[in-house]
């Protein structure tokens, strides 16, 4: 593993307000591309640290190596003491929730919001577990990335079948019709398994040090449906656990708007 101290992650400074939030994006994305209506929203409210995460962006391409929480702390570590912030509010979208979850497992005691918007990580999809935690499966998902056609093949079919949504289907062949973005999915995939979590024993963690978690799903959401947070959204107050008219790109700016109502 490289030396944490040595690494750090691109990040994007958006909007001028007084308060800090630290914001993780989706797979495929960037931070100022996702996080753009958060800028227009919430700029005058907080100053936004919008990170292009590894393999993402301008973020740094970690090849094989597999990013923990420990990795990932260090590296909020200096980031924060690089930057003077003591005290910060935290956003993840989609795959940017598992390092979301990652922040607050680690800085709990100086996190006074966290916004998630259909986050990864609050529960594992078993074809995720299937193709990134197993040496034989990894070697099979690398394959299928290096040669789309069969993998892309049974999607279609399966979509015309009716197993899969059509908008599940599009986007699969949106984020996989390069060479580099087949890379990313597989990188990400592989290299962000270890970001795991006791979800009960995360919410404790968030309540004794008084953290508000703001959960937000998409009605419409076919990527990430309402029933993939359900380990969550049981433990949160009914106002924290909101359900918005949206699919899944369109959570991150419905979500806004949602929070800037917060500070009115």
């Known amino acids: 593993m490289s030396n944490p101290s040595r690494t750090t992650l691109p990040f994007h400074k958006l909007g001028h307000g007084q308060r800090i939030l630290l914001a993780f994006h989706g797979i495929g994305q960037d931070?100022?591309?996702?996080f753009q209506p958060f800028e227009a929203q919430l700029g005058k409210h907080y100053t936004i640290y919008a990170f292009d995460l590894f393999f993402h962006g301008k973020g740094v391409s970690m090849k094989s190596e597999l990013i923990t929480k420990q990795f990932w702390q260090s590296i909020l570590h200096d980031f924060l003491a690089i930057n003077n912030i003591e005290r910060f509010d935290i956003a993840g979208f989609s795959m940017g929730g598992r390092f979301a979850l990652a922040t607050l497992e680690a800085f709990a005691d100086r996190?006074?919001?966290?916004?998630?918007?259909?986050?990864?990580?609050?529960?594992e999809h078993p074809i995720y577990a299937l193709a990134s935690r197993f040496s034989p499966a990894r070697s099979i998902f690398?394959?299928?990335?290096?040669?789309?056609?069969?993998?892309?093949?049974?999607?279609?079919?399966?979509?015309?079948?009716g197993l899969i949504h059509a908008s599940?289907?599009?986007?699969v062949q949106q984020?996989?019709?390069?060479?580099?973005?087949?890379?990313?999915?597989?990188n990400s995939w592989v290299n962000f398994r270890a970001l795991r979590f006791d979800i009960s024993a995360l919410y404790q963690k968030a309540s004794t040090n008084n953290v508000s978690i703001y959960l937000f799903v998409g009605q419409y959401d076919k990527l990430l449906k309402p029933a993939a947070v359900r380990k969550l959204a049981a433990l949160l107050p009914l106002d924290q656990y909101i359900v918005l008219k949206t699919g899944h790109t369109q959570l991150v700016d419905q979500a806004a708007a949602w929070i800037c109502a917060l500070f009115k």
């Open 31 to 34: 931070g100022v591309t996702c």
């Open 111 to 123: 996190i006074d919001n966290v916004y998630l918007m259909a986050p990864d990580g609050i529960s």
């Open 142 to 161: 690398r394959w299928s990335m290096q040669h789309p056609n069969a993998f892309l093949g049974i999607s279609g079919f399966l979509q015309k079948a």
């Open 168 to 171: 599940l289907y599009r986007f």
């Open 175 to 186: 984020v996989l019709d390069t060479p580099e973005k087949r890379q990313t999915i597989y």
